[in-house]
């Protein structure tokens, strides 16, 4: 069994050397690599090039989020997850916008980080549950201010099933398999139920799904991301 190529960044030794402990008595986990701040994590990414990098986004020296795309173009293959104990939505939405895999918090139960890292290895994302819950509430309290019909409720059955698929990676080839249409018909339908939404690209898509509760973060495949 190929083991998950794993690299820890944390500027807490204490939450390395931890993490690590646990890890290293999972037979399908290989701690490859550590960094203590922002420049050890680049140069150590370069070389190693791991499966999944759990990272604090609070890491000494690293400037905004947008490092989860510079990752991306020196390591195209490596999923990220976040590891942090900040839980504001907008930092979620952010991050997962721009393309991490996850996020959880260092409260977390360590099954949390396992099932992170194993998600995000097969291409999904992974909430904490507490973050999980949080978002859910957000939904429901928006839903009650707001009675009238949202851009979603609005889109045909077909485009409520497409979108569906679409945000849970699904792509036009899979889509029209299951739904016996043709993938160019797909495209159609995509073009129009993005209109309707006013969204420009899938992971937008992606957010917004998980905002309404229409897909299931934790079992979330976003291969078109």
């Known amino acids: 069994m190929a083991k998950i190529k794993l690299m820890l960044a944390d500027h807490h030794t204490v939450v390395r050397e931890g993490l690590k402990a646990l890890l290293d008595r999972k037979a399908d986990i290989k701690v490859a690599a550590e960094a203590e701040d922002n420049d050890e994590m680049w140069e150590k990414l370069k070389d190693i090039k791991p499966d999944v990098l759990i990272i604090d986004v609070f890491l000494p020296n690293l400037a905004g989020i947008e490092f989860i795309g510079q990752i991306r173009e020196i390591s195209e293959n490596t999923k990220v997850v976040i590891l942090t104990m900040y839980q504001k939505q907008d930092d979620i939405r952010q991050v997962l916008h721009a393309g991490a895999k996850g996020y959880l918090l260092k409260t977390s139960p360590f099954e949390e980080v396992m099932g992170a890292i194993r998600s995000a290895y097969r291409n999904k994302y992974f909430l904490s549950a507490e973050i999980n819950a949080d978002i859910i509430h957000s ?67 992606v957010r917004y799904a998980i905002e309404l509760g229409v897909i299931d973060p934790n079992k979330t495949d976003s291969s078109n991301l």
């Open 139 to 205: 939904y429901l309290e928006k839903k009650t201010e707001q009675p009238h019909l949202n851009s979603y409720e609005q889109l045909t059955r077909r485009e409520q099933q497409i979108f569906k698929m679409l945000a849970e990676g699904a792509t036009a080839n899979e889509i029209g398999g299951r739904l016996s249409i043709s993938p160019k018909t797909v495209a159609k339908h995509r073009t129009n139920l993005m209109e309707k939404l006013n969204m420009k690209n899938t992971s937008s898509l």
